[in-house]
């Protein structure tokens, strides 16, 4: 198994971390976090420091942060560092993936999702737990669906984009770069980039600025 390092140490790198060792296609060698608290280890893993990265020999892992923002930085930052790093993505064994289903590199998908035909996954991006994506939806880079979301097909969700717990998107509507879709909402219709939208059915509540804080 290929030796890996995680980028996180919160409750989503947590879930990240199960994910990959029932997968069991990497072996996790280490938490990688900015500041080291009062434990050494996680989940059993030893916690190395940013400043510690230049002396790994691993080039391989992935950043286990649920702000899809804040990942992006860090993969980012990452990239800048060691442009050979290689990003690898992950999928529960009890997801259900469809045929000709694309997943981009640092992708995770948790435990029971069903991920249908023609659907791609871009770089980066999450489907959590039981979230479930219809046949030829695109995801694109950094975005997330929450447990539990629906996505009918030709779903678009744009780069950025986080679609909150239990919310569902009917079949053709597009999601809008950096917005976000509350909790339990119902989306009948496009939502613009850049907003803030809840309810059923989904109404756009205000504008959102990029990198501003859902979690």
């Known amino acids: 198994m290929e030796p890996v390092l995680i980028f996180g140490s919160g409750g989503h790198a947590k879930v990240v971390s199960d994910v990959i060792e029932k997968a069991g296609e ?12 009062l434990e050494d280890h996680f989940l059993g893993y030893r916690f190395y420091e940013d400043d510690e990265l ?3 020999e691993t080039r391989i892992g992935m950043v286990a942060i649920g702000d899809n923002w804040i990942r ?5 930052n990452i990239t800048a560092l060691f442009p050979d790093f290689r990003f690898v993505s992950a999928v529960h064994p009890s997801a259900q993936i469809g045929k000709s289903v694309s997943i981009g590199e640092g ?7 069903v991920i249908n035909s023609g659907t791609r996954i871009g770089r980066h991006c999450i489907i959590n737990s039981k979230a479930s ?16 979301v629906t996505l009918g097909g030709n779903v678009r969700v744009g780069a950025y984009a986080a ?11 597009s999601i809008g770069e950096h917005s976000v879709i509350g909790a339990g909402a119902v989306v ?28």
């Open 26 to 37: 990497h072996q996790i060698v280490g938490i990688m976090v900015s500041k080291r608290g």
């Open 163 to 173: 679609v909150s717990l239990g919310a569902a998107v009917l079949p053709g509507v």
């Open 72 to 76: 992006a930085r860090v993969v980012e």
């Open 107 to 113: 992708t995770v998908v948790m435990a029971g999702a």
């Open 188 to 215: 009948f219709r496009d939502i613009p980039e850049k907003v803030v939208s809840f309810g059923a059915p989904s109404k756009v509540i205000r504008s959102r600025e990029i990198g501003e804080k859902y979690l």
């Open 54 to 56: 230049e002396a790994i």
């Open 133 to 148: 994506v219809d046949h030829d939806c695109c995801l694109m880079d950094f975005s997330s669906i929450a447990p539990g």
